[in-house]
């Protein structure tokens, strides 16, 4: 049985209280894309009245990590997850709604596959777009994760 928003959105709250509070939110989760996202407001915002931009890599890293967990819940083997290195690039004054979405379902996938055939780890980097509500595209979050088999 696959993850749900639900779930994530839970598990945020317990376990990563600091998202949950500046309003992250997994709204959409499925094989090939997941979507999070979060409104500027006063808690999460810079002094120059647009989000924080740890706020907007929160909710970017929320969309690739979910898909991560998802696939290792599937798989119903222990792996573990890492975030090894991230960059990101800002276009546009985050303000209002902003949606990110990872559409690397089929690149995680690939990588749990083959960390459970070979044993080794394996890297692999998931990129989530963050847009506004006129569809302008504010920021741009790459991760590079780690997967691997715990022995």
């Given at each position: 049985?696959?993850?749900?928003?639900?779930?994530?959105n839970?598990?945020?709250?317990?376990?990563?209280?600091?998202?949950?509070?500046?309003?992250?939110?997994?709204?959409?989760?499925?094989?090939?894309?997941?979507?999070?996202?979060?409104?500027?407001?006063?808690?999460?915002?810079?002094?120059?009245?647009s989000?924080?931009?740890?706020?907007?890599?929160?909710?970017?890293?929320?969309?690739?990590?979910?898909?991560?967990?998802?696939?290792i819940?599937?798989?119903?083997?222990?792996?573990?997850?890492?975030?090894?290195?991230?960059?990101?690039?800002?276009?546009?004054?985050?303000?209002?709604?902003?949606?990110?979405?990872c559409?690397?379902?089929?690149?995680?996938?690939?990588?749990?596959?083959?960390?459970?055939?070979?044993?080794?780890?394996?890297?692999?980097?998931?990129?989530?777009?963050?847009?506004?509500?006129?569809?302008?595209?504010?920021?741009?979050?790459?991760?590079?994760?780690?997967?691997?088999?715990?022995?």
């Amino acid at each position: 049985m696959a993850l749900t928003p639900s779930k994530i959105n839970t598990f945020t709250f317990l376990k990563l209280p600091s998202a949950w509070w500046c309003g992250v939110r997994l709204t959409h989760i499925d094989e090939k894309k997941a979507v999070t996202r979060v409104k500027h407001r006063w808690f999460n915002q810079n002094p120059f009245k647009s989000m924080f931009w740890a706020v907007q890599g929160m909710a970017a890293e929320l969309s690739t990590g979910a898909m991560v967990m998802n696939e290792i819940h599937k798989s119903g083997k222990n792996i573990s997850m890492l975030v090894a290195n991230n960059k990101a690039t800002f276009t546009k004054k985050a303000t209002g709604r902003i949606i990110f979405t990872c559409e690397d379902g089929d690149s995680i996938a690939q990588a749990i596959q083959k960390t459970i055939e070979t044993g080794e780890g394996q890297t692999l980097w998931m990129k989530s777009v963050g847009v506004n509500s006129e569809g302008v595209t504010v920021s741009t979050f790459h991760f590079e994760w780690t997967v691997k088999v715990k022995s």
